[in-house]
Each structure stands twice: as structure tokens, then as C-alpha cells.
């Protein structure tokens, strides 16, 4: 209806330009903003109006503070996960890192196992939805899902260069002797006999 209205009076459908917030913040407060966040990825943009304000004596709303970081190429993303290192753990990485960054036919033997849960009652990732505002709480845009322990089960397998075993499906906790007596013992070892020079890599290790 716009559209048409706009073609009946001025003869275009050419978008008007759209006119944008004046600058709140001062370039030293830009760069400051962006000091503050970079040293911290996690802050808030609340912390870093508090913080803006207590060294400028200029309050600042958080959603300046975003339009700012905006501005200045930075946006709020998801974090990886990451396995917490000690020294011990970088020295060994390390040193095995010296030892087999010359292989090459070496890779062929070594035989690398995975386990990963499967959640039967809903996905336990993040799933972006595409919405418009004001559309948050339709029954389309909502995930449904139990808040309390969700069922499950946990498949195991392992692969080498020129086969692969089994997959082992595994039915509640895994722990150490129940890994031991149903994947090792029955799976991996007789695995490994028939590769007379497999390396066994086993997950995280």
C-alpha cells in the first residue's frame, strides 16, 4: 500500500533514505569502549557503559555501547569450547606434535576412536530460527523441550585408514570398567590384532 501511495504521489517506489541516531559517543570514548572489550571478551555492554561513565563522567546506554562496538566491526558471537590446557598438557602436545610432523605413510596405521551422545527427546545444540519482531513467542518460533535430564544414548566407533570398526552403542553412564569390558575388550582388541602396526588413538588423548 506504501508502495502504490508513494507511486500515485511522487512517481517512484525508491526506498527513502533512512535517517540514523546522531554519534553519542566521541572518538576517545570509541576507542575506550573498544579497549574495554577487547581486554574482556565476555563484559557486558552494561559494565562497559559503567565503566565509560565513571572515566568520563558521561552516561552512556548499553545499546549505544553496541551500536558503537558495531561500528567499530565488533559483534556479540557465540564463544568455542575449548579443553583447558596445563603446562604439562601444551609440553606434550608439543613434543608429540615433533615427533609426527614428518609423517606421512605413518598416518595410514593410526586408528582414531570417537563417542558421541545422541539426545532422543530434542537437539542440545543452539538452533537459530529466522522471525520478525514481535514474533518471539509463536508457537513456531518456540523450541519445546523438557528442562529436566533428557533421554539418550551414546555411540562409540573407530576408523583407520582402510576400515573401520563396529559401532557400539552404548546405554546409560559410560564409565571406565564399562568402557574397558564392552568397547575395548570386545571391539578394539580384536581390531587391533588383525593391524600388526596400528597406533591406537584414542578420543582426547
Not at 37 to 42: A, E, H, K, L, P
Not at 134 to 156: D, F, K, Q
Request: aromatic content about 6%; overall charge positive.
Amino acid at each position: 500500500m506504501r508502495i502504490s501511495d508513494r507511486w500515485m504521489q511522487e512517481g517512484t517506489t525508491d526506498r527513502r533514505g533512512r535517517s540514523h541516531p546522531p554519534q553519542c559517543t566521541t572518538a576517545r570514548e570509541d576507542r575506550q569502549i573498544v579497549r574495554k572489550t577487547v581486554t574482556d571478551r565476555s563484559v557486558k555492554s552494561r559494565t562497559v557503559a559503567q565503566h565509560i561513565e565513571s572515566v568520563t563522567h558521561h552516561s552512556e546506554s548499553a545499546r549505544t555501547i553496541r551500536r558503537s562496538l558495531q561500528q567499530s566491526g565488533l559483534f556479540a558471537r557465540r564463544s568455542l569450547l575449548g579443553l583447558p590446557l596445563t603446562q604439562n598438557h601444551r609440553r606434550l602436545r608439543r613434543q608429540w606434535c615433533d615427533e609426527t610432523r614428518m609423517w606421512v605413510v605413518e598416518w595410514n596405521e593410526v586408528v582414531f576412536t570417537v563417542e558421541s551422545r545422541i539426545c532422543l527427546q530434542h537437539h542440545d545444540g543452539r538452533i537459530r530460527i529466522w522471525r520478525h519482531r514481535g514474533e518471539r513467542m509463536l508457537n513456531s518460533c518456540v523450541m519445546h523441550h523438557y528442562t529436566g535430564p533428557a533421554l539418550g544414548i551414546i555411540v562409540w566407533t573407530g576408523i583407520g585408514y582402510h576400515s573401520c570398526t563396529p559401532l557400539v552403542r552404548i546405554a546409560g553412564t559410560l564409565n571406565s570398567l564399562r568402557y574397558i569390558s564392552e568397547v575395548l575388550e570386545p571391539v578394539v582388541l580384536p581390531y587391533l590384532q588383525g593391524l600388526a602396526t596400528a597406533i591406537f588413538q584414542q578420543d582426547n588423548a
